[in-house]
Every structure is written in C-alpha cells, then in structure tokens.
Antibody
C-alpha cells in the first residue's frame, strides 16, 4: 500500500520561508511523478507544483512560480516543496500526491493516493 | 488554463435516491491520440484528504462502490451516485488532466435531504 506522509507545516510570517517534506513508502518512488496540491481553509483544491520521476522536469502554478521550488530525493523516497516569500494567500493545507503512471513522466496527472496534508499558516 | 465549472454548488438528496453532479470544461479534454477524456472525480469528506473515485471520465477506481459512475465526453461530464447512502455525504470535485496545470472544479457539496 502506498503511503504519503507530509511534514514541515507551521506558522510563518509574511515574507518568510518554509520547507515541506513528503515521505513516501510502498512504491518505487523514482518511477512516479509527484505533485503538491493545496486547499485554503473552507475552499477548493488548487494544484501547486509537480515533478517528474527523475526530478528533471518541474512544473508550477502561476500563483507560486518564482517563489516555490519543488524537488525530490529518490534515494530517500522524499518529495520537497521549498516555499519563499510567503503571502497570506498561501495559507492552506498542502497535500502530497502521486500520479498514476510508472513511466515517471508528468502527464495523465490524476492523483492517487493523497497524504493527510500539512497546514501552512502565513500570518503576522 | 482550462476552467472547470461544476453544478450545482450544493445538492440535497434523500437516502436511496440518485444524485447527479455536472462538470463542464472550458475546452475539450478528449484526447485524439487515445480517444480518452482526461477527467477525474474525487470525494472529500470533512477533515480528510480527497479520494479518487473515477478517472478517464468513467473508469471506477478499485474499491469504489458501483453506485458511483461517471459519464460524458468532450466538455460535459456527470458524476452519478445511485441509491445514495449516508456515507456519501461529502464534497465532490472534478479535475482535468489534459493540460498542465491540472485544474479542479470548485466543488459540489452533497448532503442528505
């Protein structure tokens, strides 16, 4: 069974930085593209960023491009999201999730499973 | 970006009855190369992460009850829940994965009447 466990969330001031981690188990991690999807309190789902299995190709939503960096360490089966210049509107639960195909490419990106999420609160 | 619009925003249905949720994409998400619609449906219960129900518009994920079904093609899609059960109370989202960025509908809240 694939399991995803996020960590690293917390309270940060506007303009600050945070690094989220997602530890994966139950799969050959490098074979799968991964994504971060966030959900602001009481709101819907917003895809934030994705990365191919090799880590060579990365993708970002316009709302975070230039401020967030996605990366992965396949030797540790861990996905990361480095968040800089945080804004109040970045406040959300951040979910780690996996694309289905074991080709590792970032296409056909529906998401399963999802981690439990980690809450990021940007506030002074 | 492709805009996904769900209707209605909320829905109340009696136990044992049928619920239908619609999803419309701003562009076709039927891919010519594989003749598949790049659309997924998710269920999210309070305090839980989303759960994949259906992909390729009509393929049910393993373990999902067969009262859940997806239909539609091109730009118009429907999630149907037959014989509504109390445990089906949730918010449902559609998502296109034809283009990057993947985009979600705004969600439909399903309640018991």
């Amino acid at each position: 069974e694939v399991q995803l466990l996020e960590s690293g969330g917390g309270l940060v001031q506007p303009g600050g930085s945070l690094r989220l981690s997602c530890a994966a188990s139950g799969l050959t991690f490098s074979r799968y593209a991964m994504s971060w999807v966030r959900q602001a309190p009481g709101k819907g789902l917003e895809w934030v960023s994705g990365i191919s299995g090799s880590g060579e190709n990365t993708f970002y939503a316009d709302s975070v491009r230039g401020r967030f960096t996605i990366s992965r360490d396949n030797s540790k089966s861990t996905l990361y999201l480095h968040m800089n210049s945080l804004k109040a509107e970045d406040t959300a639960v951040y979910y780690c999730t996996k694309s289905p195909g074991d080709h590792g490419e970032f296409w056909d990106n529906y998401f399963d499973p999802w981690g439990q999420g980690t809450l990021v609160t940007v506030s002074s | 970006d492709i805009v996904m619009t769900q209707s209605p925003d909320s829905l109340a249905v009696s136990l044992g009855e049928r619920a239908s949720i619609n999803c419309k994409s701003s562009q076709t998400i039927l891919h010519n190369s594989n003749n598949k619609n790049h659309l997924a449906w998710y269920q999210q219960k309070p305090g839980q992460p989303p759960k994949l129900l259906i992909y390729w518009a009509s393929t049910r994920e393993s373990g999902v009850p067969d009262r859940f079904s997806g239909s539609g093609s091109g730009t118009d899609f429907t999630l149907t829940i037959n014989s509504l059960q109390a445990e089906d109370v949730a918010v449902y989202y559609c998502q296109q994965y034809y283009f990057t960025p993947p985009t979600f509908g705004q969600g439909t809240k399903l309640e018991i009447k």
